[in-house]
């Protein structure tokens, strides 16, 4: 996703926003539906974990790291 590919290239405060969207997004699409969006929702709560980890917000990642 956007966010991965921002953080690839050196731009990883710029990769919180999209990572932050894509929890939101697919957060909603898992109240729809759990058993088709839930796997997404837990990947996407990873990257958002990964990412606050690799801008030095390692406390703040936890919490997205283990609701995945």
């Known amino acids: 996703n956007l966010a991965i590919r921002l953080s690839e290239v ?3 405060e710029e990769a919180l926003a999209p990572a932050e969207e894509a929890v939101r997004l697919r ?3 898992a109240e ?3 058993a088709a969006y839930l796997p997404n929702l837990a990947g996407a709560l990873n990257n958002l974990a990964i990412q606050l ?3 030095g ?3 703040e990642a936890l919490a997205p ?3 995945a």
Request: proline fraction near 6%.
């Open 27 to 29: 957060r909603e699409l």
């Open 32 to 34: 729809v539906n759990p």
């Open 10 to 12: 050196g731009r990883r």
């Open 65 to 67: 790291a283990e609701e």
């Open 53 to 55: 980890s690799e801008v």
């Open 57 to 59: 917000r390692r406390e």
